[in-house]
């Protein structure tokens, strides 16, 4: 029999519980009934792969999609979108069901116990001896795909003390706890003028007119994550949820705050409002990713990256430096 390691989380109170306790509804939302989606609301209930698939009467794309297509290509997107039946089965990425994790258990996400199992640091063999847990022992692998089985994500000891670690440095700074006052993983559903529906699910709908996101990270400095902000596209990523938030109700959010914090000890953090300029400008970005994917979805065509047969030439410091460089020989050519 393997022994189980149990998941404490009376060991802290999270974020998510200490606001939710102060926040109610301040706009109506819905809870899912399972049904496909037709009206735009803020739904509660809705599990992540139910998010990520056929949520909606018509076809749906999430901030995701949208940055997909538009730091990569529609085909990029295509590849892997549920809409496509011939999509390949998804390994899951050890580092994205982390984040779950941590979204999961610092924002007070329900059913955390029946997502996530920790594994057990020892096994029990076939002769009745514990030892360390091997990766290669029988025992281990069957449990593994008897918690795969289960549809649970398994997370390491440490990770889940990192979890803590990460929630009990957060909740001892009020800016962080006051950022992530409000309404926690609900899904926002909205309907574009193309006749796809948008989906955003940010961490927590505000109680005031500042929205706030949380994202992990190997390193909260300023120069890891403005990289961060560019190449996962989170301008784009607040920008939906922002535009989502105000086609459903009434309020207006004038700030956009990322909360950066660290996986590993000491958990250092990193809060980060964003210009509403470059906001705005990410909109403007969307618009044209939504524009493309109705476009992609109504004449079946995927293509590949937009700038595919335009001529590259090299960026500006690479023609000055040689231009400029007096030991480079000319070319002439032959008598």
Not at 114 to 120: E, I, L, M
């Amino acid at each position: 029999m393997t022994r189980h390691v149990d998941i404490d989380q009376d060991r802290f109170e999270s974020l998510g519980a200490i606001t939710d306790k102060i926040v109610h509804g301040h706009r109506s939302e819905r809870l899912w009934d399972g049904e496909p989606i037709s009206e735009p609301g803020i739904y509660r209930k809705i599990p992540m792969d139910a998010y990520h698939q056929q949520l909606t009467v018509a076809p749906s794309i999430s901030s995701s999609g949208l940055r997909e297509i538009e730091n990569k290509s529609p085909l990029h997107y295509w590849a892997t979108s549920y809409l496509n039946p011939d999509r390949p089965e998804e390994e899951s990425a050890a580092h994205l069901d982390f984040g779950r994790a941590v979204h999961t258990l610092l924002l007070s996400e329900d059913g955390f116990r029946d997502d996530y199992v920790v594994r057990p640091e020892t096994y029990e063999d076939d002769a009745g001896k514990w030892k360390p847990w091997s990766g290669n022992a029988n025992a281990c692998k069957e449990w593994l795909a008897a918690r795969k089985a289960q549809g649970k994500t398994v997370l390491l000891k440490s990770q889940v003390d990192d979890i803590h670690g990460m929630a009990d440095r957060l909740s001892k700074n009020s800016v962080a706890v006051d950022l992530l006052r409000g309404r926690i993983e609900r899904s926002i559903i909205t309907k574009d003028k193309t006749g796809v529906y948008l989906k955003s699910r940010p961490d927590s709908i505000p109680a005031d007119t500042i929205i706030a996101d949380l994202k992990t990270c190997a390193d909260a400095s300023q120069a890891a994550i403005s990289r961060s902000i560019i190449n996962y596209g989170y301008l784009q990523q607040m920008a939906l949820a922002i535009s989502s938030l105000e086609a459903v109700g009434p309020s207006k959010v004038n700030e956009a705050v990322l909360l950066f914090v660290e996986t590993s000890y000491p958990y250092a953090f990193n809060i980060k409002p964003l210009d509403n300029g470059d906001i705005y400008t990410a909109m403007r970005v969307n618009r044209r990713a939504i524009d493309i994917f109705a476009r992609c979805f109504a004449e079946n065509d995927w293509p590949t990256y937009a700038d595919s047969t335009f001529t590259w030439s090299a960026p500006k410091w690479w023609t000055d430096r040689h231009e400029n460089d007096s030991t480079l020989p000319e070319i002439r050519s032959a008598a």
